[in-house]
């Protein structure tokens, strides 16, 4: 039987994940904080629903695409929350599928307060930005029982090219934030090269020429190389989450005791980047703040 799916967060993620759901053929009830961001799902086929509560009454699985922890615990735990009150929202044997990036611990947490009700959560946060997720290009990280994220699989390969099983639940979220760390560090060791070679007087575009020719060409830098060139740093994946995600490290590598110095390095470079207004631009932006 095809899973009924509630979907709480139509952002840059949400809004093309659930294209893909709806493409697939999935029955599909959003709900946004903003409501308006729903219209053009509505007319691609989901139903909408004004809350939480409403959007997962009835369904099999409630899916979060949300900023941080604030956020999914006002989608489930605030007024209208798809959890909030006894009776309401996801019923008992309800799925919840955080794919929001938020820390491991954080979900160990939730997954615990959710048993309570009977419900189940799997930590399932993607590898991969807003081009893949309109192409159903993303790698899903998933953490939580084998058998029920085996359940999920159609679902995750709806949006994605390849589920990834990384543990228990939170193992999901100890992947995407260490993954993290290597993202933020590439871009910001891109953008350094070009700043460092710029003020010795070289040409930005000789430089992305040199770079992309060479043994440290990838997929990464090859998809940064237009916004460098422009040097127009239009969203892909916004340098607020990036600032978000290295935090999550750091305090990651307190709580086990992992030396982290990339990490604490890049909260001061993404969260200067945010200081200086470009939270919402790509993270690439990371070059004006140096
Ligand atoms: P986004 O465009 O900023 O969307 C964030 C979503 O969270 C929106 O639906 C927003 O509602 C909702 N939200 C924020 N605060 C809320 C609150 N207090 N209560 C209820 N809803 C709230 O973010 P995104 O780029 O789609 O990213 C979503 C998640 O995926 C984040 O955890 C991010 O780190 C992760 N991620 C992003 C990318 C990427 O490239 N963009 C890649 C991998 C993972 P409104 O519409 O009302 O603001």
Redesign the pocket.
């Known amino acids: 039987m095809s899973l009924r799916i509630a979907f709480?967060?139509?952002?840059?993620?949400?809004?093309a994940m659930v294209k893909n759901l709806l493409a697939a053929g999935f029955d599909v009830a959003v709900t946004?904080?903003?409501?308006d961001?729903a219209g053009p799902l509505v007319a691609a086929g989901a139903a909408f629903a004004a809350t939480p509560a409403e959007a997962a009454a009835g369904r099999d699985v409630l899916v979060l695409?949300?900023?941080?922890p604030?956020?999914?615990?006002?989608?489930l735990f605030?007024p209208g929350g798809a959890v909030a009150g006894p009776g309401q929202g996801l019923g008992p044997g309800g799925v919840v599928v955080n794919?929001?990036?938020?820390p491991a611990s954080y979900n160990t947490a939730l997954a615990a307060r959710l048993a309570a009700r009977g419900a189940t959560l799997v930590d399932a946060?993607?590898?991969?930005?807003?081009k893949?997720?309109e192409e159903g290009t993303?790698v899903i990280l998933a953490g939580g029982p084998q058998e029920v994220v085996e359940r999920l699989t159609p679902m995750f390969l709806a949006m994605g090219k390849k589920v990834v099983r990384c543990g228990e639940t939170g193992a999901g979220s100890v992947m995407?934030v260490s993954v993290?760390v290597l993202l933020g560090t590439m871009l910001a060791g891109f953008a350094e090269m070009l700043r460092l070679g710029e003020a010795g007087g070289l040409d930005r575009r000789t430089m992305l020429d040199v770079v992309l020719a060479g043994p440290m060409a990838n997929d990464l830098l090859r998809m940064k190389e237009p916004l460098f060139e422009n040097d127009a740093y239009p969203?892909?994946?916004?340098a607020?989450?990036?600032a978000?995600?290295v935090k999550f490290a750091v305090d990651a590598a307190y709580e086990t005791g992992a030396a982290a110095p990339c990490a604490h390095m890049l909260v001061q470079l993404y969260r200067r980047t945010v200081a200086l207004g470009l939270g919402?631009d790509d993270f690439a932006a990371v070059i004006r703040a140096l």
């Open positions: 709480a967060g139509l952002g840059i993620m949400g809004t946004n904080r903003t409501a961001k695409m949300l900023t941080g604030e956020a999914c615990d006002a989608v605030g794919m929001s990036t938020v946060p993607v590898s991969g930005s807003k893949p997720a993303l995407k993290n969203a892909q994946f916004p607020k989450h990036m978000k995600d919402d």
